[in-house]
Structures are given as C-alpha cells and as structure tokens.
C-alpha cells in the first residue's frame, strides 16, 4: 500500500558554499507536494570557467514538477540563496515568499537588471506563519551577515522540520534581534524529526565574535586615522553599514557611498528601517569638497571586483575617489576563496600609492556570519532533533557538521549529496532515490547545461589558442590554390626563430603530399591528415596543441 513520506532533496548547496536550493516533499512517492526553500547562485571563476559569470541549479526536476510545488520560500536576500531566482523563476511561475527586506532586495536587484520579468513576492512578515498544503512553515528569526535571516521550522503531518538557514549566535548584533533561542528551544520541546543545518564554519573550533565587537574596532580604527578613511564590506551587510556609519559620526565624519549595490542596499535598508536613525550618507560627488579627517568612503569590491568602487580607486581611475599616502583603507570582509588574487591586486594597488591597509589578518575588523562549532552545538541542544542533514557546505564541512552532531547525541546523522532524494519519514533517514540535478552556466545572456561542450571548448582555446587551416580541391583531389592557414593564440616564433606559421603551412602541404592519390579525393581523409600532423609537429615545437579546425573545400 502506498503511505505518505516526507523527503528533501538538494539541488545545490551540498557538497559546495553556493547556490543552495532545498526542496520538501510530502505524500506517496507518485502524488507528492512540494515546497522550495531559495534558489541561489555561485559565482564562476575566471581560470576555470572563462565568459561564464554565475552558476545556477539545473532545475529540471522543478520543471517537471511545477504543478505539484505550491511555493518558493526565501530564508534571506544571500544571492547564494535567491541570485538564480531572475534567470529560474519564468520556468517556474510558483508563488515566492519572503519577509520585508528580502522582498525588497529581491525587487530592487531585478529592477536594476535590463529586461528582467516581473516577479511577484509575497510578503511574510518576522516571524511569520505560511500554509502550503501539508507543510506549515514558521519563521523564525535569526542572526546572520544580512537583515532578516530565518530559520524556517516546516511541521508536517509526519514530523517537524528544521531548515536552519544561514545563521550564527550573536547576542549583540548591530541590527535585528538576536537568534530566537526561546523558539527554537520550545520547536525542540515539541519534538524536531530533523534539522537541516548549516556547515559553512563547521571546521572552526569556538563561537564566532558578535558584531559588536567587530563595530568597537571600527570605531576605533576611523577615529585614530588621521587622514581619509575608506572602507569596504559586502553590499548587502547593512549591520556592518551601520557600524561604519555611527563609527563615522562618533568621529566626526561625514559617509561617502561608492558604488552602485551599496547604494541599491542602503535604498532598500532605509524603506525597510534597518538605517533609522543613521545620518543620510553623501553621494561620491561630495567626497572631493570634504577635508580628509572629516570623510569616510563607504565602498564596494570587498571581492577585488575589478569594476567595482575600490578597484578603480586602487587603479587611481576612480572619477570622484582618489586616496593618497596615509590614508586608510580597512577591508571590512573576507576573501570569499576563489577570489584571494584579485584582492591581492587591488591591496597592492593601494600600498603602492601608500595608503595604509587594514585587514582581519590583524585585526577585528570582520567576522563570519556562519556558526562556528560551539554554536552548532547549541543548535543542536535547543532543538534535540532526530535527524541530522548537514547542508550549506563542502564536503569537509559536511563531514566534520556529522561527526560534531553524532557526538552531540543526535541519533542518526546522514551526510548526503546534491540529487539525493533521502526519505525522511517514515523510517528515515534513507536515500530512497535520486532526482535530476546539475549546473546551468549564465554565459552573456543565456543559460547553458554545464555539460554542454561549450565551456570545455573555450577552455581548451584559451589554452592552446587554435590553427585553421582551408583547402581548395578539385573533384580529382588537386589543390586548386596554396592552403590557407591561420594562427589564433599561438606563440610567432619556435625556440629557433621559425615563424609557427611556415611551420604549419609546410607541415599542411607535406601532410597532404604524403597522402595517396585516391586519397586526396576524399575531404574527410584529408582533413583528418592535416589536422594530425600540424598538432604533432606544433607540439613538437611548442610542447603544447591548439586545437586545429580543417576545412576542405571541393570545386
Ligand atoms: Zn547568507
Ligand atoms: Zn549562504
């Protein structure tokens, strides 16, 4: 007899930091219901995937699903968590839900997007209540790098869940109210089948330092300076915008905005109050008139983001901001990995112009937004689940989140993977089947599968650049005139001075002399000769091969 299950499913976000997509089901395996916790993205890097920008999860299953899903709730505005959301939810079409902020981060990235659809969100208040079928969805507040982050509690008829959301304990964070430990230790006292939970700091031993510690230390560090200040942090971080601010105004200095998402950020956190009582910042046209100990550059590109505000400056191409010897710049943030060479240029950019460089190698100028292992334990108190999915990490992190929970006491710990479908209930946890999932990669304006050959080829180019080579034959297989060759992205010259391109005519010629007659007559033949003699005698040159395209013409 068929009976009712609940499962989960990750598309994305396990076995990675980025581009977390959650889905819960419930129902017998051929008729269930499904909700979506976010649709997030991670960001490419260069080397590896060149032209692509962002990752996205393959949302085929959804897409398959779609009449079945009755909605898509947002834990916060991360674009690890709603970035995808744009390019996916045309595919899609099912109810969105978030509280305030969220919302309106949501809509003002959209709206700065040229050609963006309208997508409508429904607002869910802190602390609020959904029903969605057979899931009742209760969020519950807590602390993270962003306004508004919710843990969502998900009751359903065959147990409670608790999807953890991106969060940390900070008893004393510079905006929002602390995580809702009474909530969560009550949802524990009523029984929690299984929480799925964040593992991003999983490796680090002790609790992450609280915001306000972080904002003394800004404090601090702009009243002593002597001369310009700067700092940068993630846009969206509107708790460590209002540290800068109240550590500005406590030294006398006016805020300087820089750069597009920061103001986009700070639009938004003032409609939705998380700026109250902050003076108003000044746009970067102002900066100029200000005398150096009475400013505070407020900037973007924490990430070395090579177009973003501290880039340029750093470049001395900015055309309102420049900085010069003495002044400060404090990197408010951490290099997200991927991204450590491209900070490296814009702090060597700055040092070299002899402005003074703060980071949090030496002091306390950032702290994680993730629970460190000591918080997961306190999680794990509070709500005493039965089951434990670690999410929200690699594979290190998942594996060091399982371990610290089944020595916590959690009964059964399953470390599963992106498409696992594991079966929660009844008689879990088990991995009862797997689901669609992948990549998809925003290349220009489109989205490709990452298995397409697409990227792989552009990789193998910009590797070892390409030789094309065309041949004019008659129908009797003789040239009909010299072959045309031509080099994209190989070195002029051998180790002896030989053009690589007589290097390559000749080899072209020679591999089609030395081909029998009947041969010739035959375009593919020809074109395989060619296209392996000039890789082997490139190679043999250079110690690399282009890739080598042949097109033969018959006339
Ligand atoms: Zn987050
Ligand atoms: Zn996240």
Not at 158 to 187: C, E, N, Q, S, V
């Amino acid at each position: 007899m068929a009976q009712n299950e609940l499962v989960f499913a990750a598309l994305g976000g396990i076995g990675e930091i980025g581009m977390n997509l959650a889905v819960y089901g419930f129902g017998e395996a051929r008729r269930r219901q499904w909700i979506i916790v976010d649709c997030g993205v991670s960001f490419a890097s260069e080397e590896h995937l060149p032209g692509v920008d962002l990752i996205l999860p393959d949302i085929a299953f959804l897409i398959e699903e779609r009449k079945n899903i009755l909605g898509l709730v947002l834990t916060h505005g991360h674009e690890d968590h709603m970035g995808a959301l744009i390019d996916l939810w045309p595919r899609l079409k099912v109810p969105l839900y978030a509280t305030p902020f969220t919302a309106s981060l949501f809509e003002a990235r959209r709206a700065s997007e040229p050609g963006a659809p309208q997508i409508p969100v429904k607002i869910v208040p802190m602390g609020g209540h959904l029903e969605l079928g057979p899931f009742a969805v209760d969020f519950i507040n807590v602390a993270h790098s962003i306004p508004e982050s919710n843990a969502l509690a998900i009751r359903t008829p065959a147990g409670t869940l608790l999807h953890t959301g991106d969060w940390k304990i900070d008893p004393t964070p510079t905006i929002g109210a602390p995580t809702d430990a009474a909530r969560l230790k009550a949802l524990g006292d009523q029984g929690v089948l299984a929480l799925i939970g964040d593992s991003t700091n999983a490796v680090r031993e002790g609790r992450s330092p609280s915001e306000a510690e972080v904002a003394r230390t800004l404090t601090e560090l702009i009243r002593e300076a002597p001369r310009r200040v700067a700092v940068t942090t993630f846009a969206s971080h509107v708790g460590r915008l209002r540290a800068v601010a109240e550590a500005a105004r406590a030294a006398e200095r006016e805020v300087v905005l820089v750069g597009r998402a920061m103001e986009r950020v700070v639009q938004v956190a003032r409609e939705t109050g998380y700026l109250d009582g902050v003076q108003e910042f000044r746009s970067a046209e102002a900066y100029g008139y200000l005398p150096p100990d009475k400013v505070v550059a407020l900037c973007t590109g924490s990430q070395g983001e090579p177009r973003a505000a501290l880039a340029r400056i750093a470049q001395d191409e900015h055309p309102d901001i420049a900085l010069s010897r003495g002044d400060r710049v404090i990197f408010s943030s951490r290099p997200i990995p991927g991204n450590e060479k491209a900070i490296a240029r814009v702090v060597n950019g700055l040092v070299e112009q002899g402005v003074e460089v703060i980071t949090d190698r030496t002091h306390l100028v950032h702290v994680s937004g993730h629970p460190r292992r000591d918080e997961l334990r306190d999680m794990i108190g509070w709500v005493r689940p039965q089951i434990l999915i670690p999410a929200h990490g690699e594979a290190l992190h998942l594996a060091e989140h399982a371990a610290l929970a089944r020595a916590a006491g959690v009964p059964k710990v399953l470390v599963c993977r992106n498409g696992d479908l594991v079966r929660l209930a009844p008689d879990g946890p088990q991995i009862a089947d797997e689901v669609p999932s992948g990549r998809l990669y925003k290349d220009g304006s489109l989205l490709i599968n990452a298995e397409a050959k697409t990227v792989v080829a552009r990789r193998r180019l910009s590797f070892g650049g390409m030789v094309s080579v065309a041949l004019a034959l008659n129908d009797k297989g003789q040239l009909m005139a010299d072959p045309e060759v031509e080099l994209i992205g190989l070195p002029e010259a051998d180790v002896d001075g030989v053009s690589m391109l007589s290097i390559a005519r000749e080899t072209v010629e020679q591999a089609f002399e030395s081909l029998p007659k009947p041969r010739r007559r035959d375009p593919q033949s020809v074109a395989e000769a060619v296209r392996r003699a000039v890789r082997g005698r490139i190679a043999e040159r250079w110690n690399k091969k282009p890739v080598c395209h042949v097109h033969v013409l018959v006339v």
